[in-house]
């Protein structure tokens, strides 16, 4: 069975300082993970994949596979980073995981002023 | 094109009707995906079709049903609902294979009356 787990179902910091929004993952095999962000009133979208290790908006993501986690982190929070973020595993192709995207219960980033 | 599409964007139905959401791609995606999603929840996962044929279907009861015409087209019939399933209706398309990402749509918004 594959699960992820966002311990925060809010989290609120002032612009400039830094966030992380932590992910944690139990899967057995080789997990593929990503994290997706919805802003208010847009679709859900791609924010970051671990296997191309990029940044993207200032935010990075590292998985940590000893301690099962894929925590996104951003040195300086900014007022249009606030959205809702899900943290998602795929459990890899083959059998009944084929194409099965697994979600946190996601965590919702206020950035204030 | 590099977005997902949905019609209608809302979709107001009776319990007795019988109605059809509409999902296209053009990014030459194998994979297309249904999901639910309630309100400041994760998407759940409905069903899964790959090279046009479904691979997965998570259970969803009868009063919905997939259907894929071809690679770039996905349907989701929807007979006799219930209050319960109103939600947003995301599809979504990725390659299936190799690189595991999805991309969404913006989604039906459905009430069930």
């Known amino acids: 069975a594959q699960r992820v787990t966002q311990p925060e179902k809010l989290l609120s910091v002032f612009k400039g300082a830094p966030v992380e929004l932590k992910c944690n993952y139990s899967?057995?095999?080789?997990?593929?993970l990503f994290w997706y962000v919805q802003y208010s009133r847009q679709r859900l979208q791609l924010l970051l994949r671990h296997i191309s290790r990029e940044s993207i908006k200032g935010f990075t993501a590292d998985l940590n596979k000893g301690e099962t986690s894929f925590h996104l982190k951003k040195p300086f929070a900014q007022e249009e980073d606030s959205a809702m973020y899900y943290c998602?595993?795929?459990?890899?192709?083959?059998?009944?995981?084929?194409?099965?995207?697994?979600f946190g219960q996601g965590t919702i980033l206020t950035v204030h002023p | 094109d590099t977005e997902v599409t949905q019609t209608p964007k809302h979709l107001v139905m009776g319990m007795t009707n019988k109605k059809s959401l509409k999902c296209e791609q053009h990014?030459?995606?194998?994979?297309m995906y249904w999901y639910k999603q309630k309100a400041k929840k994760p998407p759940e996962l409905m069903f899964v079709?790959?090279?046009?044929?479904?691979?997965i279907n998570e259970s969803v009861p009868s009063r919905f049903s997939p259907e894929c015409p071809n690679s770039s087209l996905l349907n989701l019939h929807l007979h006799a609902l219930q209050p319960e399933d109103s939600a947003l209706y995301l599809c979504?398309?990725?390659?299936?294979?190799?690189?595991?990402?999805?991309?969404f749509g913006p989604g039906t918004r459905l009430t069930v009356t």
């Open positions: 979504a398309s990725g390659e299936g294979q190799g690189t595991y990402e999805q991309y």
């Open positions: 079709y790959s090279y046009e044929k479904l691979s």
């Open positions: 998602a595993l795929y459990g890899g192709a083959g059998g009944t995981s084929y194409g099965k995207l697994t």
């Open positions: 990014m030459g995606h194998r994979a």
């Open positions: 899967y057995s095999g080789s997990p593929e």
